[in-house]
């Protein structure tokens, strides 16, 4: 099957930095979704994409289809944006509908 | 107020009992998928529904059932055949028409069996 794989695993940073998160992704896809799982579990949508760029406030993501990877720009972070971000992707030639397969994760601490 | 719940929040079971999650959506999404997800890892497939009265096994299958007697609802059985139960499982819901399927997730549940 597909192979998701999200670069760093974790990431430390001060209040107001910015960052970058990775995904690599193994074959053809025709749906790639950023989360952001809080510490209470719940999976909030960030982004549909893909392809091509979305920005939402200080988030936005840049999917490069042909290359098989996607990038989350998270620019002046705050301490709410701690958490872990996953990537996940529906490969294009899958055979189960639909499914989601993820990638592992990045925990990201934001320090104040 | 649209959305996927899921209920309950927290559930505990003795080994050997059967149990059962619900999911329940108001998006009039067709699409209908249960994950789970174990202590620092992403999510997996156990089953998938695509429309009323039909599902399909994930990943993970084995040891869960499934039923989708309406749009609305898309409930979970863990069964005793399932060897490591204690997991936080989610469901989420997504459209299916014009080849669109962002899916969207409810709260989850966490069950421990002891």
């Known amino acids: 099957g597909i192979q998701v794989e999200q670069s760093p695993p974790d990431l430390i940073l001060q209040e107001g930095a910015n960052s970058t998160l990775r995904c690599n992704f193994s074959?053809?896809?025709?749906?790639l979704q950023w989360f952001h799982q809080n510490p209470w579990g719940q999976l909030i949508n960030l982004f549909y994409?893909?392809?091509g760029t979305k920005q939402n406030g200080r988030l936005s993501a840049t999917t490069v289809a042909t290359e098989r990877y996607s990038l989350l720009y998270i620019s002046s972070s705050q301490t709410t944006d701690s958490g872990v971000y996953f990537c996940?992707?529906?490969?294009?030639?899958?055979?189960?509908?639909?499914?989601?397969?993820f990638g592992q994760g990045t925990i990201l601490t934001v320090h104040p | 107020d649209g959305g996927i719940t899921q209920s309950p929040k927290y559930l505990f079971r003795k080994e050997g009992q059967n149990v059962t999650l619900s999911c329940e959506q108001n998006?009039?999404?067709?699409?209908m998928y249960w994950y789970r997800q174990d202590p620092g890892q992403g999510l997996r497939l156990i089953y998938y529904?695509?429309?009323?009265?039909?599902?399909q096994k994930g990943d993970i299958a084995e040891g869960y059932s499934v039923s989708r007697e309406k749009k609305e609802s898309f409930p979970l059985t863990v069964t005793s055949a399932q060897k490591n139960p204690t997991a936080f499982y989610l469901c989420?819901?997504?459209?299916?028409?014009?080849?669109?399927?962002?899916?969207?997730f409810g709260p989850g549940t966490r069950l421990t069996v002891t």
């Open positions: 998006l009039n999404h067709d699409a």
């Open positions: 994409i893909p392809s």
């Open positions: 074959d053809s896809v025709n749906n």
């Open positions: 996940a992707v529906v490969n294009a030639g899958g055979t189960s509908y639909g499914k989601l397969t």
């Open positions: 529904s695509q429309i009323v009265n039909d599902f």
């Open positions: 989420a819901s997504s459209r299916t028409t014009a080849g669109v399927y962002e899916q969207y």
